[in-house]
């Protein structure tokens, strides 16, 4: 592998987004950050998150600022630079050009799942919440900038997270390593201050959990939710990488 890779994964809240950065984490030769551009969204939006002071404190609040940190150069022996976003975090009002420098990917999930998990830890659910839209848009704005980015399924990664792991660093041009695969449990230095709100589950694990269909029930407020993000995802998902 010659020169640096830096890639953004951009997914939804209540994905496999936080597994996936553990995945890339526990490769010799990444780095990896944690949502970046949160504190940014928070001090834009005014919106009141879990340990929102604890998070406007641990990240620049100007977006600008905080894009700039991600082109910080490496470590030695370090030459992958993998950022796990949140696609909520940005909007059509900011300027991303930025990201045509950078290897963009993104990670999708079932609308219906995605609002019963999220409803679970927060009160309240509306479309912009959950990542798909911004999502649609991403993938318009980069496909009119002539910017490939491959999206992903969870489902489909969780069925087989060796070869969607595998395809993805042969299309980023590193080589694929086992340790991608598993990973110690508990928390990282490299979680994001938020990690005990929201981290439960990947603290205990080991390794990508296999899929399996749940039982979702939704209110009809939910529901809606879910309906109003269903056409940004079918679209995405029409385009995934199938393998």
């Known amino acids: 592998m ?12 209540r994905n496999i987004s936080t597994a996936m950065m553990r995945a890339w984490e526990n490769r010799p030769d990444t780095v990896v950050v944690d949502e970046p551009l949160y504190a940014a969204y928070l001090a834009r939006t005014g919106l009141d998150h879990p340990a929102r002071e604890a998070v406007l404190a641990s990240q620049p609040t100007d977006h600008d600022e905080a894009v700039a940190r991600l082109s910080d150069p490496l470590p030695p022996g370090r030459r992958v630079h ?7 975090h940005v909007s059509e009002a900011l300027d991303i ?10 990670l999708i999930r079932d609308p ?8 679970r830890s927060r009160e309240t659910c509306e479309p912009p919440d959950i990542g798909l839209l911004q999502q649609a848009w991403l993938a318009e704005y980069w496909d009119a900038h002539g910017a ?27 080589p694929f390593t086992e340790r991608m695969l598993s990973w110690p449990p508990g928390p990282r230095d490299t979680d994001g201050v938020w990690a005990p709100h929201w981290y439960a589950a990947v603290w205990r694990s080991t390794g990508f959990q296999p ?21 940004a995802y079918e679209a995405l998902r029409a385009r995934r990488v199938r393998l």
């Not at 010659?2 to 809240?13: I, K, L």
């Not at 490939?148 to 590193?174: M, S, Y």
């Not at 899929?211 to 056409?231: G, Q």
């Open 2 to 13: 010659s020169g640096e890779v830096r890639v953004a994964m951009w997914s939804g809240p």
């Open 82 to 88: 993998y950022a796990k976003h949140m696609s909520h």
């Open 97 to 106: 050009s930025w990201t045509l420098r950078v290897r963009n990917v993104l």
């Open 112 to 119: 219906d799942e995605v609002v019963a998990s999220y409803v």
């Open 148 to 174: 490939p980015a491959p999206v992903l399924d969870a489902r489909d990664v969780l069925r087989d997270p060796e070869a969607h792991l595998r395809w993805l660093c042969d299309w980023l041009g590193i």
């Open 211 to 231: 899929w399996r269909p749940r039982e979702i029930s939704l209110s009809p407020h939910d529901a809606a939710v879910a309906a109003a993000c269903r056409p």
